[in-house]
T-cell receptor
Framework: DAGVIQSPRHEVTEMGQEVTLRCKPI?????LFWYRQTMMRGLELLIY????????DSGMPEDRFSAKMPNASFSTLKIQPSEPRDSAVYFC??????????FGSGTRLTVV | AQSVTQPDIHITVSEGASLELRCNYS??????LFWYVQSPGQGLQLLLK??????LVQGIKGFEAEFKRSQSSFNLRKPSVHWSDAAEYFC????????????FGTGTKLQVIP
Protein backbone atom coordinates (compact mmCIF):
# COMPACT_ATOMS: atom_id res chain seq x y z
CA ASP A 1 0.00 0.00 0.00
CA ALA A 2 1.29 3.46 -0.89
CA GLY A 3 0.03 4.95 2.36
CA VAL A 4 -1.82 8.23 2.66
CA ILE A 5 -0.95 10.41 -0.30
CA GLN A 6 -1.08 14.17 -0.09
CA SER A 7 -0.53 16.72 -2.80
CA PRO A 8 1.10 19.06 -3.32
CA ARG A 9 4.05 18.63 -0.95
CA HIS A 10 4.75 22.33 -1.01
CA GLU A 11 2.54 25.25 -1.95
CA VAL A 12 3.46 28.91 -2.06
CA THR A 13 0.66 31.31 -2.82
CA GLU A 14 -0.15 34.96 -2.53
CA MET A 15 -2.55 36.30 0.03
CA GLY A 16 -6.10 36.27 -1.24
CA GLN A 17 -5.64 33.31 -3.56
CA GLU A 18 -7.55 30.07 -3.30
CA VAL A 19 -5.61 27.03 -2.14
CA THR A 20 -6.70 23.41 -2.51
CA LEU A 21 -4.97 20.60 -0.69
CA ARG A 22 -5.62 17.01 -1.69
CA CYS A 23 -5.57 13.69 0.13
CA LYS A 24 -5.96 10.07 -0.89
CA PRO A 25 -6.49 7.86 2.18
CA ILE A 26 -5.50 4.24 2.52
CA UNK A 27 -7.92 1.96 0.74
CA UNK A 28 -10.36 0.41 3.20
CA UNK A 29 -9.93 3.01 5.91
CA UNK A 30 -13.24 4.48 6.98
CA UNK A 31 -12.09 7.63 8.75
CA LEU A 32 -10.18 10.64 7.47
CA PHE A 33 -8.76 13.54 9.41
CA TRP A 34 -7.26 16.89 8.47
CA TYR A 35 -4.72 18.37 10.89
CA ARG A 36 -2.74 21.59 10.87
CA GLN A 37 0.68 21.83 12.50
CA THR A 38 2.38 25.06 13.52
CA MET A 39 5.13 25.88 15.97
CA MET A 40 2.79 28.02 18.03
CA ARG A 41 -0.26 25.78 18.21
CA GLY A 42 1.11 22.30 17.60
CA LEU A 43 -1.18 19.76 15.97
CA GLU A 44 -4.76 20.89 15.60
CA LEU A 45 -7.60 18.73 14.34
CA LEU A 46 -9.50 20.65 11.69
CA ILE A 47 -12.13 18.18 10.56
CA TYR A 48 -12.98 14.52 10.76
CA UNK A 49 -14.89 12.37 8.24
CA UNK A 50 -16.35 8.96 8.90
CA UNK A 51 -17.58 6.97 5.91
CA UNK A 52 -17.23 10.15 3.81
CA UNK A 53 -19.53 12.14 6.10
CA UNK A 54 -18.17 15.13 8.05
CA UNK A 55 -18.59 14.32 11.73
CA UNK A 56 -16.84 17.16 13.51
CA ASP A 57 -15.66 20.37 11.89
CA SER A 58 -15.39 22.37 15.09
CA GLY A 59 -11.68 22.80 14.52
CA MET A 60 -12.06 24.57 11.20
CA PRO A 61 -10.74 28.06 11.92
CA GLU A 62 -13.31 30.08 10.03
CA ASP A 63 -15.52 30.16 6.99
CA ARG A 64 -12.55 30.56 4.73
CA PHE A 65 -11.81 26.89 5.30
CA SER A 66 -13.88 24.10 3.76
CA ALA A 67 -13.36 20.37 3.32
CA LYS A 68 -15.04 17.76 1.20
CA MET A 69 -14.89 14.02 0.81
CA PRO A 70 -16.83 13.14 -2.34
CA ASN A 71 -15.87 9.47 -2.15
CA ALA A 72 -13.91 7.05 -0.01
CA SER A 73 -10.67 7.62 -1.89
CA PHE A 74 -10.40 11.39 -2.05
CA SER A 75 -10.66 14.46 0.12
CA THR A 76 -9.87 18.14 -0.33
CA LEU A 77 -9.22 21.01 2.04
CA LYS A 78 -9.79 24.41 0.53
CA ILE A 79 -8.82 27.83 1.83
CA GLN A 80 -10.42 30.81 0.13
CA PRO A 81 -9.16 33.48 0.45
CA SER A 82 -5.82 32.49 1.93
CA GLU A 83 -4.02 34.65 4.51
CA PRO A 84 -0.42 34.65 5.78
CA ARG A 85 -1.57 33.23 9.13
CA ASP A 86 -2.73 30.11 7.30
CA SER A 87 0.90 29.21 6.66
CA ALA A 88 1.46 25.79 8.25
CA VAL A 89 1.93 22.13 7.47
CA TYR A 90 -1.37 20.44 6.76
CA PHE A 91 -1.61 16.73 7.38
CA CYS A 92 -4.18 14.25 6.26
CA UNK A 93 -4.54 10.99 8.18
CA UNK A 94 -6.76 7.96 7.77
CA UNK A 95 -7.66 5.07 10.01
CA UNK A 96 -9.82 2.05 10.42
CA UNK A 97 -12.15 1.79 13.35
CA UNK A 98 -9.53 0.55 15.81
CA UNK A 99 -7.56 3.78 15.71
CA UNK A 100 -3.90 4.05 14.88
CA UNK A 101 -3.84 6.86 12.37
CA UNK A 102 -1.67 6.67 9.29
CA PHE A 103 -0.46 10.13 8.37
CA GLY A 104 0.48 11.48 5.00
CA SER A 105 3.73 13.39 4.50
CA GLY A 106 1.93 16.69 4.70
CA THR A 107 1.59 19.82 2.58
CA ARG A 108 3.71 22.77 3.60
CA LEU A 109 1.69 25.88 2.80
CA THR A 110 3.26 29.31 2.66
CA VAL A 111 1.05 32.31 2.07
CA VAL A 112 2.96 35.48 1.23
CA ALA B 1 -12.36 17.12 27.86
CA GLN B 2 -9.35 14.99 27.11
CA SER B 3 -5.87 16.47 27.18
CA VAL B 4 -2.24 15.43 27.07
CA THR B 5 0.78 17.00 28.72
CA GLN B 6 4.33 16.37 27.63
CA PRO B 7 6.37 18.30 30.18
CA ASP B 8 9.68 18.07 28.34
CA ILE B 9 9.96 20.20 25.22
CA HIS B 10 13.48 19.09 24.41
CA ILE B 11 15.64 16.20 25.63
CA THR B 12 19.24 15.37 24.83
CA VAL B 13 20.67 11.90 25.40
CA SER B 14 23.89 10.19 24.46
CA GLU B 15 23.83 7.40 21.94
CA GLY B 16 23.51 4.09 23.76
CA ALA B 17 21.92 5.64 26.83
CA SER B 18 18.44 4.82 27.99
CA LEU B 19 15.50 7.09 27.24
CA GLU B 20 12.27 7.93 28.96
CA LEU B 21 9.82 10.47 27.57
CA ARG B 22 7.06 11.57 29.87
CA CYS B 23 3.38 11.82 29.08
CA ASN B 24 0.46 12.62 31.35
CA TYR B 25 -3.12 12.50 30.20
CA SER B 26 -6.48 13.67 31.38
CA UNK B 27 -9.54 11.64 30.49
CA UNK B 28 -12.62 10.65 32.41
CA UNK B 29 -12.68 6.97 31.50
CA UNK B 30 -10.20 4.39 30.30
CA UNK B 31 -8.28 6.15 27.56
CA UNK B 32 -6.83 4.97 24.33
CA LEU B 33 -3.17 6.07 24.35
CA PHE B 34 -0.65 6.44 21.57
CA TRP B 35 2.90 7.45 20.87
CA TYR B 36 3.88 8.83 17.48
CA VAL B 37 7.24 9.84 16.07
CA GLN B 38 7.85 12.57 13.52
CA SER B 39 11.09 12.89 11.61
CA PRO B 40 11.89 16.25 9.99
CA GLY B 41 9.74 16.91 6.94
CA GLN B 42 7.69 13.80 7.50
CA GLY B 43 4.28 12.90 8.80
CA LEU B 44 3.72 11.19 12.12
CA GLN B 45 4.32 7.47 12.42
CA LEU B 46 2.59 5.32 15.02
CA LEU B 47 5.07 3.75 17.45
CA LEU B 48 2.64 1.96 19.74
CA LYS B 49 -0.84 2.09 21.21
CA UNK B 50 -2.64 1.01 24.35
CA UNK B 51 -6.29 0.10 24.44
CA UNK B 52 -6.59 -2.38 27.31
CA UNK B 53 -4.94 -5.42 28.85
CA UNK B 54 -1.25 -5.61 29.63
CA UNK B 55 -0.11 -2.19 30.78
CA LEU B 56 3.33 -2.60 29.23
CA VAL B 57 3.06 -2.13 25.49
CA GLN B 58 5.73 -3.01 22.97
CA GLY B 59 6.07 -0.98 19.81
CA ILE B 60 8.21 -0.67 16.75
CA LYS B 61 11.89 0.34 16.70
CA GLY B 62 12.49 -1.13 20.16
CA PHE B 63 10.22 1.28 22.02
CA GLU B 64 7.88 0.40 24.85
CA ALA B 65 5.44 2.33 27.00
CA GLU B 66 3.80 1.66 30.33
CA PHE B 67 0.28 2.71 31.23
CA LYS B 68 -0.05 3.73 34.88
CA ARG B 69 -3.62 4.58 35.72
CA SER B 70 -2.79 5.79 39.25
CA GLN B 71 -0.40 8.37 37.83
CA SER B 72 -2.35 9.13 34.63
CA SER B 73 0.86 8.49 32.77
CA PHE B 74 1.98 6.71 29.63
CA ASN B 75 5.75 7.15 29.47
CA LEU B 76 7.76 6.01 26.48
CA ARG B 77 11.02 4.14 27.03
CA LYS B 78 13.90 2.71 25.08
CA PRO B 79 16.83 0.90 26.72
CA SER B 80 19.49 2.06 24.25
CA VAL B 81 19.05 5.04 21.96
CA HIS B 82 20.42 5.13 18.43
CA TRP B 83 21.31 8.27 16.50
CA SER B 84 18.44 7.53 14.12
CA ASP B 85 15.98 7.97 16.99
CA ALA B 86 16.50 11.73 16.89
CA ALA B 87 13.06 13.08 16.07
CA GLU B 88 10.01 14.62 17.70
CA TYR B 89 7.76 12.37 19.75
CA PHE B 90 4.08 12.94 20.35
CA CYS B 91 1.87 11.37 22.96
CA UNK B 92 -1.85 11.27 22.19
CA UNK B 93 -5.07 10.30 23.92
CA UNK B 94 -8.27 9.12 22.29
CA UNK B 95 -11.76 8.51 23.54
CA UNK B 96 -13.03 5.00 24.01
CA UNK B 97 -16.37 6.00 22.59
CA UNK B 98 -17.46 5.81 19.01
CA UNK B 99 -15.91 9.11 17.97
CA UNK B 100 -12.25 8.63 17.17
CA UNK B 101 -11.09 12.09 18.16
CA UNK B 102 -7.47 11.97 19.24
CA UNK B 103 -5.79 14.81 21.09
CA PHE B 104 -2.06 15.24 20.67
CA GLY B 105 0.47 16.60 23.11
CA THR B 106 2.84 19.39 22.17
CA GLY B 107 5.67 17.00 21.47
CA THR B 108 9.16 16.31 22.84
CA LYS B 109 12.11 16.88 20.56
CA LEU B 110 14.84 14.29 21.08
CA GLN B 111 18.45 15.06 20.28
CA VAL B 112 20.98 12.23 20.29
CA ILE B 113 24.65 13.08 20.77
CA PRO B 114 27.59 10.79 20.01
Amino acid sequence: DAGVIQSPRHEVTEMGQEVTLRCKPISGHNSLFWYRQTMMRGLELLIYFNNNVPIDDSGMPEDRFSAKMPNASFSTLKIQPSEPRDSAVYFCASSLTNYGYTFGSGTRLTVV
Amino acid sequence: AQSVTQPDIHITVSEGASLELRCNYSYGATPYLFWYVQSPGQGLQLLLKYFSGDTLVQGIKGFEAEFKRSQSSFNLRKPSVHWSDAAEYFCAVGSSGGYQKVTFGTGTKLQVIP
